[in-house]
Every structure is written in structure tokens, then in C-alpha cells.
């Protein structure tokens, strides 16, 4: 079991930047896959960007490609995501996920790969 908590989030204007950041309760989170969620108003939560255990790999939604950079930090038991160029349809609440017994090098995309998941924190990015 690991308790994740997401803080960070908070009110933007449109090209400015955020940097979440994602808690772990358990040492065991070093050697989790991790990810970053978002669910918009009146959407679906998607996938925004998966980074490996060993750190050594990484992934994003197109959306977000070039604006947004995961990361972690295993001393830490902390995963971020590093948000700029943020957009209002960037606006979600963005939550922080965990997948045990993942492969060393590789990333998870899907909602149902994922067992732990944070409570979400609210970004907002204003016109």
C-alpha cells in the first residue's frame, strides 16, 4: 500500500508555468512506475505523461510534448511534473498514480495499469 499526495496546483495565467509535485508514503515507491493524470471539466481523466522506476524512461500525450517534463527523484520518494507554456485547456484537476511490479525501463499509459493514485490537485490556467 502507498499513499500518494499531489500539491503544486494552483491559478495561472496562460503561458506561465506550475510544477507539481507528487508524495509518496512508502520507500517501496522507488521501484513503482509513476504517472500523471488529469480529468478537465465535463471530460474523461487522460493520461498526460508516464516516466519508468528507473527514471531512464519517459512519456507524454502529444498535447503536452515539448511544454511539460516529468521526473523523480528515488531519495526522495517524489515524482513532479514541470508544466510551462500552460494553456486554458490545460485547466484539470491532475492526479499522480503508481504501478507496481512494473518493468525497470518502461512507461504505463492506461488507468487500469496504475494501483495507487493521489487525492488530484486543481490547475487552473485563465485566458
Known amino acids: 500500500q502507498v499513499q500518494l499526495v499531489e500539491s503544486g496546483g494552483g491559478l495561472v495565467q496562460a503561458g506561465g508555468s506550475l510544477r507539481l509535485s507528487c508524495a509518496a508514503s512508502?520507500?517501496?515507491?522507488?521501484?513503482?512506475?509513476s504517472g500523471w493524470f488529469r480529468q478537465g471539466p465535463g471530460k474523461e481523466r487522460e493520461f498526460v505523461s508516464g516516466?519508468?522506476?528507473?527514471?531512464?524512461?519517459?512519456d507524454y500525450v502529444d498535447s503536452v510534448k515539448g511544454r511539460f517534463t516529468i521526473s523523480r527523484d528515488n531519495a526522495k520518494n517524489m515524482v513532479y511534473l514541470q508544466m510551462n507554456s500552460l494553456k486554458p485547456e490545460d485547466t484539470a484537476v491532475y492526479y499522480c498514480?503508481?504501478?507496481?511490479?512494473?518493468?525497470?525501463?518502461?512507461?504505463?499509459?492506461?488507468?487500469?495499469?496504475?494501483?495507487?493514485w493521489g487525492q488530484g490537485t486543481q490547475v487552473t490556467v485563465s485566458s
Open positions: 498514480a503508481a504501478a507496481p511490479n512494473s518493468n525497470i525501463h518502461r512507461t504505463y499509459s492506461q488507468e487500469g495499469e496504475y494501483s495507487y
Open positions: 512508502r520507500r517501496t515507491f522507488s521501484i513503482f512506475a
Open positions: 516516466i519508468s522506476w528507473s527514471g531512464g524512461t519517459t
